[in-house]
């Protein structure tokens, strides 16, 4: 598989803050990346080096194999970072054009790309008129102009309404079903989960994790359990060896799976211990508390 | 190289203010027409200015040059402001993105600024030349283009002063300040000059030595006052006893100082943007 963007030991440093620490990861062709963390954990710093905006302190990185300079390269990528910048007094169209300039793109895209951001009715209208959905649309069609062989997005949906991050969405999805690498840089969950197929978790500018969504968390999954006798229940369950943490939660038992274990097995077993379950729930971890418990680890071992 | 000097110009000519005040300032020049018609008491001597010769070849290329010298400060408020524009617009961050280079972002602004400098400077002999023709009182070939360094001198000047305000723009992020900077800077040589020949140098000529090297002076120095080369200043002077005994000419040593600093300024511009995390 191609290559796109090889991250190594990068690593920046504000005086004293590292904002990035140590992050190493792989972008492949054709597929879609998250890069998901809390506000302030090292993602626009990490797409800004990447970028060609900031310095960075130590480490590497190197677009397409390492082939081309960094802002030849650039060329070849369409990127979004936080605002969408344009200049104020130039209409839409012009502001594409500008960019068509840099990035060395024949004029004709212009029209394609502001087709598929649905601005074409308004490209004559000055950029500083735009509202910030349809500004956040004009970037994205601004990114597309080149055909770019990735599509870098940071919180592409910060800010709007919720009509605007539908719309933004839409768009992403259809970029992504063409078959275009997209790496987007988010903290909202959902909107990694619903749109990424690998993910890396970044926290206080160090990798948590770096792979597939889907194998974010290793484990089995856990189940939640009521029943009149609670004190012989945990009993029976931390004797287990399939089980690993449990917890109370209010009225009820969680426990956590170590193997792969099905509900109904699960009530057969405990039934045969004289125990009869009032409540019984078996769950996978949202990616919200894989992500929520990824980052809690880490503050706990510090 | 065409690319860039394109992209830069896109930038400008739509930007209204710009394109007014570029206007505005390719008007003033023409104005210089204008001081003909200037009269004044001096003295009690009538003085009609243009009786004075400063339309005479090949006097009008020195005072032309130097009087437009003046005008530099309406391109100057358009340089800063493109430089400064970028930062709060945030578009110089978008640029490097769509992949122009730190290198390629300052060198387009650097040509812009020298074909500023080349317009200015073309215009300035188109109409010195429309006046002379008009009111010298000679218009051989032979005298029409003598002291034609000062042309170049004044190109040079151009070049010097807007590369400064390039370095203040880029340094300092906003075009107040910045324009600001450039007036608390000609303050500040003015004071390292006071400083230096009335305490530290007192009695010798080591001070005016030693301020000739600074930017500011060293473009004002370029071109040298005119008024007091013309006859009817002269002949007034001589009458209250004075004597004027001062070098006119353009000195290669003052061109190669702009030169330089124009050169510190665009090479620091770039090191500034290297340096710094946008």
Known sequence: ?302 | MIRLLSIELDKIKRNKAAKVIVSVYFLLIIAIALIASIEFNFANVNFRIADQGIFNFPFIWHFNTYVAGILKIFLAIVIVSMMANEYSYRTLKQNLIDGLSKKEFIFSKFITVVGFALASTLFVFLVSFVLGMFFSDHTEAIVIFRDMEYLFAYFIKLVGFFSFCLFLGILVKRSAFALGFLIIWQIIEGIIYAVMKWQLFKDTELADKIINFFPLEAMADLIVEPVTRLGGVRTIANQVGEEFSKSYAVNWYTVLIVAAWSAIFIYGSYKILKKRDL
């Not at chain 1, 792979?211 to 974010?216: C, F, N």
């Not at chain 1, 968390?217 to 229940?233: E, H, I, K, R, Y």
């Not at chain 1, 969680?254 to 379950?277: C, H, Q, R, T």
């Open chain 1, 1 to 302: 598989m191609e290559t796109i963007l090889k991250i190594e030991n990068l690593t920046k440093k504000y005086g004293k803050l590292i904002a990035v620490n140590d992050v190493s990861f792989n972008i492949e062709k054709g597929n879609v990346y998250g890069i998901l963390g809390p506000n302030g954990s090292g993602k626009s710093t990490t797409l800004g080096i990447v970028l060609n905006v900031v310095n960075k302190t130590s480490g590497d990185f190197s677009w397409f194999g390492g082939k081309l300079s960094t802002h030849e390269a650039l060329k070849k990528v369409g990127a979004i970072i936080e605002h969408p910048n344009f200049y104020p007094y130039m209409t839409a169209k012009q502001n594409l054009e500008l960019v068509c300039k840099i990035k060395g793109v024949a004029k004709n895209q212009v029209q394609k790309s502001l087709e598929i951001v649905d601005l074409l009715d308004r490209q004559d209208d000055k950029f500083k008129g735009f509202s910030l959905g349809m500004k956040q649309r004009l970037a994205i069609a601004s990114a597309l102009l080149n055909e770019p062989e990735i599509l870098i997005l940071d919180e592409p949906t910060n800010g709007l309404d919720p009509q605007g991050i539908h719309q933004i969405r839409g768009i992403i999805k259809r970029i992504a079903a063409n078959g275009t690498t997209i790496l987007l840089a988010s903290h909202l969950l959902d909107e990694v989960e619903k749109v990424c197929s690998h993910v890396v978790v970044l926290r206080k500018g160090k990798s948590l994790y770096v792979g597939k969504v889907d194998e974010m968390n290793a484990s089995f999954g856990f189940v939640t359990m009521q029943c009149d006798n609670m004190p012989l229940l945990k009993e029976v369950l931390s004797s287990h060896k399939g089980f690993g943490k449990i917890t109370e939660e209010g009225e009820y038992i969680v426990a956590y799976l170590n193997e792969e274990m099905d509900a109904s097995s699960l009530n057969k077993l405990l039934f045969e211990k004289g125990i009869s379950l009032s409540h019984l729930v078996k769950r996978k971890e949202s990616l919200e508390e894989q992500f929520l418990e990824l980052t809690k680890n880490t503050t706990s071992t510090k």
